[in-house]
């Protein structure tokens, strides 16, 4: 029998899966020290499950931004091609269930609580405890096996090489646009930040690359041939954008297999185009006995539900938001809101972890206002809007600070016409705030 870890005297899962799970140490609310992360922890915690991930397929999805959208997109449209799938992502918005999806339904507290249940006597059995992330990926993995999914979607937590989910043998791994974030832990340079991503890449099973900066480009490639990996660029494929409202987009995609006229997508943004020539991608290497349909391609992207990624909540003055967390992301809001709302007034709130880079977030948003607010969500890792305000001022002629995400948006509606946009953006977390006050008031 194996001997009990250190940890045996940790509080059983009972009815609460968060509480239960705040007894792991949780890395999304605190910076790992360095030579933190391993694999084997989680490895030994599957051997204890019985090996959950081997009961079902699983498309690995990694990168720096977009893969969210990315693994949405993929989801959504095996669902409508009639593939019983889960989806795993992170971090939630709202509810911790958000991060565990089923057919399209985040699971249950009930649920979840289930698999805590289940994973309780096997994390007793391991020399050491897992992570907070690895707890819940491996409640994830027994949840998708107990319910008899067929594939399931991955979106890597952080990195890649030692990221939690990296214990599957996928069917395809994809790598969506690599850019500079979470250096203190991946890397100095983009070549290293790459080097992480590359990491999910595994021997002879294909790899979907999003276009890349040419220094992550190498780096990707040097990998996918090392291993012998087939690789699909998706700048060979070809979208344009057909039409766009703030309801939705129309685009035109043709890949190097098919062409796909006219999919209607109600996420927002060029951007989102390129995540869905990325999925339909990664779907075409799928083997032949999993093909994916044209027609579920168009009804998939046409159903895709991705909240927090330029949602509009409210019309009069516009209410929008997005997670745009690094420079990247934030170049690439910028250019979205002004092909939706080209001579509208902006009116800015910004709201970021201490740990972001702030300078390049605040390079790329001001060309679209001259003002902003500064404010703070409720989490650990929140640069306090006061000290963002003060480092604001060197980009904004006008900064103004509020305690909240809620105070920011009504200092904001007090100044607006009924044409302005309001938009909110940063942490995801602040943006999850503000998502939970607006369903509260909604009912």
């Given at each position: 029998m194996p001997v009990p870890g250190p940890h045996r005297a940790l509080q059983g899962p009972g009815t609460a899966p968060g509480h239960y799970l705040a007894q792991f140490t949780d890395y999304e609310r605190i910076a790992p020290p360095?030579?933190?992360?391993?694999?084997?922890?989680?490895?030994?915690?599957l051997d204890a499950l019985g090996h959950p991930e081997s009961r079902w397929a699983a498309i690995h999805v990694a990168g720096t931004k977009g893969k969210g959208s990315t693994c949405a997109l993929l989801a959504s449209i095996l669902r409508a091609a009639g593939v019983r799938v889960g989806l795993y992502t992170?971090?939630?918005?709202?509810?911790?269930?958000?991060?565990?999806?089923?057919?399209?339904?985040?699971?249950?507290?009930?649920?979840?609580?289930?698999?805590?249940?289940?994973?309780?006597?096997?994390?007793?059995?391991?020399?050491s405890p897992p992570t907070y992330f690895e707890a819940?990926?491996?409640?994830?993995?027994?949840?998708?096996?107990?319910?008899?999914?067929?594939?399931?979607?991955?979106?890597?937590?952080?990195?890649?090489?030692?990221?939690?989910?990296?214990?599957?043998?996928p069917l395809v791994s994809v790598v969506t646009p690599i850019s500079w974030d979470h250096a203190e832990v991946l890397g100095p340079t983009v070549a290293a930040i790459a080097g992480e991503k590359a990491g999910i890449i595994k021997p002879g099973r294909p790899v979907v690359l999003a276009p890349q900066p040419p220094e992550a480009l190498a780096v990707l490639r040097a990998s996918a041939q090392e291993h012998r990996a087939p690789l699909v660029e998706v700048a060979n494929s070809h979208w344009r954008v057909v039409d766009t409202t703030?309801?939705?987009?129309?685009?035109?995609?043709?890949?190097?297999?098919?062409?796909?006229?006219?999919?209607?997508?109600?996420?927002?943004?060029?951007?989102?185009?390129?995540?869905?020539?990325?999925?339909?991608?990664?779907?075409?290497?799928?083997?032949?006995?999993?093909?994916?349909?044209?027609?579920?391609?168009?009804?998939?992207?046409?159903?895709?539900?991705?909240?927090g990624r330029l949602q509009i909540l409210e019309r009069r003055p516009w209410v929008v938001v997005d997670g745009a967390q690094n420079a990247a992301s934030a170049a690439a809001l910028r250019t979205a809101v002004r092909a939706l709302w080209p001579r509208q007034t902006i009116r800015l709130i910004l709201g970021v972890s201490a740990d972001k880079d702030l300078a390049g977030i605040a390079e790329a948003l001001r060309p679209l206002s001259p003002a902003v607010i500064a404010t703070q969500a409720r989490h650990p890792r929140a640069l306090a809007a006061g000290e963002l305000a003060a480092r604001l001022s060197r980009w904004f002629s006008t900064v103004g600070t509020a305690a909240s995400v809620h105070e920011a948006v009504t200092q904001a509606a007090r100044l607006a016409a009924p044409d302005d946009v309001i938009l909110v953006t940063g942490s995801l977390f602040l943006i999850g705030e503000l998502l939970a006050q607006a369903a509260a008031a909604h009912g």
């Open positions: 360095p030579n933190t992360f391993s694999l084997d922890r989680m490895r030994a915690l992170s971090p939630h918005l709202i509810a911790l269930e958000e991060r565990i999806q089923i057919d399209g339904r985040p699971v249950t507290a009930s649920e979840l609580s289930e698999a805590l249940d289940a994973l309780h006597p096997a994390i007793a059995r391991v020399p819940l990926t491996a409640a994830a993995f027994w949840l998708f096996a107990e319910r008899a999914v067929d594939v399931a979607v991955l979106e890597v937590g952080l990195g890649g090489r030692l990221d939690a989910t990296n214990v599957v043998d703030p309801d939705g987009q129309t685009i035109d995609l043709h890949t190097s297999r098919h062409r796909y006229p006219a999919i209607r997508l109600p996420l927002l943004g060029a951007h989102q185009a390129m995540n869905l020539a990325t999925a339909v991608a990664a779907l075409e290497q799928l083997p032949p006995e999993r093909a994916v349909p044209e027609a579920a391609v168009a009804r998939g992207a046409a159903e895709v539900v991705w909240p």
